[in-house]
């Protein structure tokens, strides 16, 4: 069974500066997907950012990146010079390409950005 | 990517009584999810809902509590019946007509049973 752990019940961290956020997760299935979501206050699900099992390189998009270290198992995301708008809550998510099953997440991370 | 319109965004409720959620999707999808998050948590699925067969329900959850309609490739609905505090959460419905086959998720119903 797939599981997704966020050791990280909360963070912060200053404006302008960059934080990482865990994320691991054990599967047996060789083809997945890894996510990540921001969830503001609203209650809305943003999707972030995607990284492919196969993926060679890591995944980035503008500010998100994602740290995927295959054989460890992780998929740390890393927002660069954070800004007051991305304190939410953050879940890392995984789904297994060939089942085409549900996605699964993580508790989450609230992260909170400090003036 | 699908863009799903769900509603009602938030209501306060009385114990006892049903609430029906509804989430349209701007294009035809093959299945469609949903999902409650109690205060504090991360989401867990409900139910997966595919067009013209009956919900595939998770552990914990059963039609007769969270009885579900698929009529056609775009709408869904999500009926909290006999509602008690305990069923104060928000509720997400979800496809996969996202980026990188993720899922697209509506804007959720924030749930509140007094």
């Known amino acids: 069974a797939q599981k997704i752990t966020q050791t990280q019940p909360g963070m912060f961290v200053q404006e302008k500066e960059a934080v990482t956020l865990d994320c691991t997760y054990d599967?047996?299935?060789?083809?997945?997907?890894l996510f990540w979501y921001k969830q503001p206050s609203s209650g809305e699900m943003i999707f972030l950012i995607y990284?492919?099992?196969?993926?060679?390189q890591n995944a980035t998009e503008g500010r998100y990146s994602l740290n995927f270290q295959k054989a460890r198992k992780s998929a740390n995301l890393v927002i660069s010079a954070s800004q007051l708008g991305d304190s939410a809550m953050y879940f890392c998510?995984?789904?297994?390409?060939?089942?085409?099953?549900?996605?699964?997440f993580g508790a989450g991370t609230r992260l909170t950005v400090k003036p | 990517s699908a863009v799903i319109s769900q509603k009602p965004s938030r209501d306060i409720c009385q114990r006892g009584t049903s609430l029906t959620i509804q989430c349209q999707v701007d294009?035809?999808?093959?299945?469609m999810f949903w999902y409650r998050q109690q205060p504090g948590q991360s989401l867990t699925l409900i139910a997966t809902?595919?067009?013209?067969?009956?919900?595939?329900?998770e552990s914990g959850f059963v039609i007769d509590k969270f009885p579900i309609s698929r009529p056609n490739l775009t709408f869904s609905t999500l009926t909290v019946s006999n509602m008690s505090p305990e069923d104060s959460s928000i509720y997400l419905c979800?496809?996969?007509?996202?980026?990188?086959?993720?899922?697209?998720f509506g804007s959720g119903t924030r749930l509140t049973v007094v």
């Open positions: 998510a995984m789904r297994d390409m060939y089942n085409n099953n549900d996605m699964r």
């Open positions: 599967t047996s299935d060789q083809s997945y997907g």
């Open positions: 990284q492919g099992s196969y993926d060679e």
């Open positions: 294009s035809q999808v093959t299945m």
């Open positions: 809902a595919n067009q013209g067969s009956e919900a595939t329900y």
């Open positions: 979800s496809t996969r007509g996202g980026p990188n086959y993720g899922y697209t």
